[in-house]
């Protein structure tokens, strides 16, 4: 009889876990909040296109190669690592400050849109072509990791791609690009959480696309972000910038690639309204750490006003002294649940040398590494950590020997970001049970 006894009591115990772990699923399936990712700089695509009446160019082959009123892919297109579409491509990509109206704009006769908002067919891929497909994946891995977890496109994941040319500018000066942007992230956050049943939704972001999301949560009300926002999760996050951008500035940067001469492009890159936002923060780089050194000068993080005019780009000291500036000297927390993803043990430029006075910026220079993701410097990506000591809501997960963009296909970076987000949602689960 006490065996039996025992016999019917391991049953009900299997039955009552069977039923508990059915419950389980079911609970996780609908409690799971939903996703909204936002890319970093150069993450998504963009597309173009030209007015024959007002698109002017001083090269015959810019203005044949493509077609006029018709919308073409700028980034990322494989013809542009070649010239002379190299030189189109920068071209058309470069933007110009209005001194007069105090904000940025496309070229004059070029006109650029942002695909796939809302979806993250955009930013999976740079490139969808078959042949493209694979070397230009971006955020194709941490999507299939999400719908694996049983995210549905759509439904309760979401894509919000932008125009990374532009940035944004601090309080009481314009940003008509970058401030629609901000917008409609924000409306597809109230949309994906109301079509979710009210739930709150997790950001996941990626580079640059983290300073857009705190630049978000802090311009809106503490009763909006609790309201929509869950948790925000941020990849490689350069906060305080990063060396890597001074480099870009004064000699271009060609991203590794062998066939693009980076003076090419230096123009384009420096008439980035983002890239000004990249530059190492004065406020974290601070006035004694040597960023670059030539012969006649050296220069820290407080003397970028004197570096950007003295590598020739003196139309960039007021954009950046007036408009970024502001947005670097202090992070302030949101107040919700932040989780900073961040790879480490990747060597990444700490200090450049220009040792021969006659090349000037024109040639690259010697490069002393430092510790970081092999783009950001570890210094830029633990500054919330640093900044915020108090700041109970926050958690820093180190993921070594992962670089900046390794961290959106690293097995084990991927295998952490879907734990974090796995618990975000269990603690719903622990709620409601």
Request: hydrophobic share 40%.
């Amino acid at each position: 009889m006490p065996s039996l006894m025992k016999l019917v009591t391991v049953v009900v115990v299997m039955v009552s876990s069977m039923a508990m772990m059915m419950c389980t699923c079911q609970a996780r399936t609908d409690n799971r909040h939903p996703v909204i990712l936002v890319p970093g700089s150069g993450g998504n695509q963009l597309e173009a296109k030209l007015s024959k009446d007002y698109y002017k160019t001083s090269s015959l082959a810019c203005r044949f190669l493509t077609p006029a009123h018709r919308w073409f892919r700028l980034w990322f297109d494989l013809k542009v690592l070649v010239q002379p579409f190299t030189e189109c491509f920068a071209e058309r990509m470069t933007l110009y400050y209005d001194p007069v109206k105090d904000d940025y704009r496309n070229a004059h006769g070029v006109e650029t849109r942002v695909p796939y908002f809302g979806s993250t067919e955009g930013l999976q891929y740079l490139n969808p072509n078959l042949i493209l497909r694979d070397i230009t994946a971006y955020m194709a891995p941490l999507v299939e990791s999400l719908e694996r977890q049983g995210y549905v496109e759509g439904q309760d994941l979401f894509g919000a791609p932008y125009d990374f040319r532009y940035g944004l500018a601090g309080e009481g000066r314009p940003s008509a690009v970058g401030t629609k942007y901000l917008q409609q992230l924000k409306e597809l956050i109230e949309k994906a959480s109301k079509s979710n049943d009210g739930k709150p939704v997790i950001i996941l972001s990626h580079s640059l696309g983290g300073l857009f999301v705190l630049q978000l949560l802090n311009r809106n009300p503490v009763s909006w972000r609790q309201k929509f926002v869950k948790h925000f999760i941020a990849l490689s996050a350069p906060w305080g910038g990063t060396v890597q951008e001074m480099l870009t500035f004064a000699s271009g940067y060609s991203l590794g690639v062998p066939l693009v001469n980076p003076l090419l492009v230096r123009a384009e890159q420096r008439s980035s309204e983002s890239n000004l936002w990249l530059l190492p923060s004065p406020k974290l780089f601070g006035r004694k750490l040597p960023l670059v050194i030539t012969p006649n000068k050296t220069y820290t993080a407080s003397d970028m006003p004197q570096f950007l005019d003295d590598i020739g780009f003196s139309e960039g000291v007021f954009p950046y002294t007036n408009r970024i500036l502001p947005l670097t000297e202090s992070l302030v927390s949101p107040g919700l649940p932040i989780t900073c993803v961040v790879g480490t043990g990747i060597k990444t430029a700490e200090t450049l040398f220009y040792a021969n006075n006659k090349d000037g910026f024109d040639k690259q220079p010697e490069i002393v590494y430092g510790d970081g993701d092999g783009t950001v410097n570890l210094l830029s990506l633990l500054r919330l950590e640093s900044e915020w000591p108090k700041e109970k809501s926050l958690k820093v997960i180190r993921v070594t020997n992962v670089s900046h963009t390794d961290v959106l296909k690293d097995p084990i970076a991927l295998g952490k970001i879907m734990d974090e987000i796995t618990m975000i949602n269990l603690n719903v689960l622990s709620s409601v049970l």
